[in-house]
């Protein structure tokens, strides 16, 4: 018999709840839709901090990755300013 679980994502298998599954999905959308925009504008990342309104360590953060150091507030701040458009779908799961 087997034990073994299948998850969609990495956060459905390491998140303690659906809901904190799916804030995590959307932080790390945001997240890798930012480091797009910003390794398309093709400047030092002193130069990207300041379009962004943030410090260049903060910035050196979000590309990096480190998904903990940032809110879903400050993440869609962030895309705002990056010229992003955002919006949210919802939508019921399949039965």
Known sequence: ????????????????????AAHMKIRADLMI?????VAAWDLTQAEAAKRLAVTQPRLNDLLRGRIGKFSLDALVGLATRAGLDLRIEIRRPAA
């Open 33 to 37: 839709a930012i480091q797009q925009v």
């Open 1 to 20: 018999m087997s034990t073994d679980q299948v998850f969609e994502t990495v956060w459905d298998a390491t998140e303690p709840s659906l809901a904190e």
